[in-house]
């Protein structure tokens, strides 16, 4: 019997602590041929934090565990008793399996985002925060944020020059939060 790819449903932010679990318990058990693999998709992000940008490393699907198994009665208990494991995904107590495409879909989803960091950006500042601009002509000046476009990374802030308030459009990383 060929192995199939499954969902296993687990603890949001116990994903990897999981995978780890079913794989050390399948090489104990001494079932390692029936778990050949066990993969926490993630994806790459850029996120702007203190006026740098991040690359940061989020799960693809929290929450769940893609495992390639050789379904067994064993296997399926190996993995059923696992802690923090809620189950498989699937009708009832049947765990169904996904197609190959299926799965490459989710790997190819975390294969495109580390070749191609999507345009997900986080920001710790948002409307009406003030903030401090950090390059460019206007560099130390402080203003209110007016506008976050997230399309094209760019952030409106309000500086006063010569008591007049001027808007002025700016990168995200040219600015940093005034604490």
Same mark, same amino acid.
């Given at each position: 019997?060929?192995?199939?790819?499954?969902?296993?449903?687990?603890?949001?932010?116990?994903?990897?602590?999981?995978?780890?679990?079913?794989?050390?318990?399948?090489?104990?058990?001494?079932?390692?041929?029936?778990?050949?693999?066990?993969?926490?998709?993630?994806?790459?992000?850029?996120?702007?934090?203190?006026?740098?940008?991040?690359?940061?490393?989020?799960?693809?699907?929290?929450?769940?565990?893609?495992?390639?198994?050789?379904?067994?009665?064993?296997?399926?208990?190996?993995?059923?008793?696992?802690?923090?494991?809620?189950?498989?995904?699937?009708?009832?107590?049947?765990?169904?399996?996904?197609? $190959?495409?299926?799965? *490459?879909?989710?790997? /190819?989803? +975390? !294969? @495109?985002?580390?070749?191609?960091?999507? =345009?997900?950006?986080?920001?710790?500042?948002?409307?009406?925060?003030?903030?401090?601009?950090? $390059?460019?002509?206007? *560099?130390?000046?402080? /203003?209110? +944020? !007016? @506008?976050?476009?997230?399309?094209?990374? =760019?952030?409106?802030?309000?500086?006063?020059?010569?008591?007049?308030?001027?808007?002025?459009?700016?990168?995200?990383?040219?600015?940093?939060?005034?604490?």
């Amino acid at each position: 019997m060929a192995a199939r790819w499954y969902i296993i449903h687990a603890y949001s932010g116990f994903e990897n602590k999981v995978r780890d679990a079913i794989l050390s318990e399948a090489e104990r058990l001494g079932l390692s041929e029936g778990v050949e693999e066990v993969e926490v998709p993630t994806e790459t992000v850029t996120e702007i934090k203190r006026g740098k940008k991040v690359q940061v490393e989020r799960k693809f699907m929290p929450g769940y565990v893609l495992a390639k198994l050789n379904m067994t009665d064993d296997v399926y208990h190996l993995v059923k008793n696992t802690p923090k494991v809620t189950g498989f995904l699937g009708a009832g107590n049947k765990p169904q399996a996904i197609s $190959e495409k299926e799965a *490459a879909r989710y790997f /190819g989803g +975390v !294969e @495109e985002a580390k070749s191609a960091p999507k =345009k997900d950006i986080h920001v710790d500042y948002e409307i009406g925060d003030q903030v401090k601009v950090l $390059e460019g002509p206007f *560099a130390s000046f402080n /203003g209110e +944020v !007016e @506008e976050l476009d997230f399309d094209k990374a =760019k952030v409106k802030v309000s500086v006063s020059i010569f008591g007049r308030a001027t808007p002025v459009e700016l990168d995200f990383d040219q600015v940093e939060l005034v604490k």
